[in-house]
């Protein structure tokens, strides 16, 4: 049987996490985005993927889909009806449903064992080119040529002297750049 106190220690360690009251319950989210929160009624609400969803469905009998305006968005279970080892699996998993993709990447890669060299503060409209051509970490940014970055919209010449910089530092440069 597990309690709001595990539940709050659980939770309170993955990164960036925040506790607040919101509508009478425990909720607790990830840059403000909440991704699990405990009602007076005793049910966990987490926000889950739809093969989370169904995997934990599977796994607890007593849970049942969460819904919003219809959407499925994740599960609802009775918080006691979960042991120590399941409500960490379920937070996490909630956790990186609503966590921002550099901070869900960072939590994996150290879960793995890895810490990639992840990407400098080089601006919004140029990290979102990066991400979204699959750039997400320097050495990925090193396999790539200056006009390759350039090349990308939202990229300018100050972010690839940012990046030039940092690959310097982790003793790395751009492709035939030396």
Known sequence: MTTLAQLR????????????????????????????SLGQDGLLQLRLSDDDADAALAAHPTAGRWAAEGTPIGIRLPLADINGKDLNWLLRRSWLS?????????????????????????????????VSAGITDLDTVARHSQAELLALHGVGPKAVRILTEALAVSGQSLRGDG
């Open 98 to 130: 609503c966590a921002p993709k550099r901070l869900a990447m960072q939590l994996e890669a150290a879960d793995s064992g890895t810490t990639p060299h992840l990407l400098p503060v080089i601006g919004g409209p140029a990290t979102r080119a990066l």
């Open 9 to 36: 220690k659980s939770a309170l360690a993955l990164p960036e996490t925040v506790e607040a009251v919101h509508s009478g319950m425990a909720a607790f989210s990830v840059r403000k985005k909440e991704f699990t």
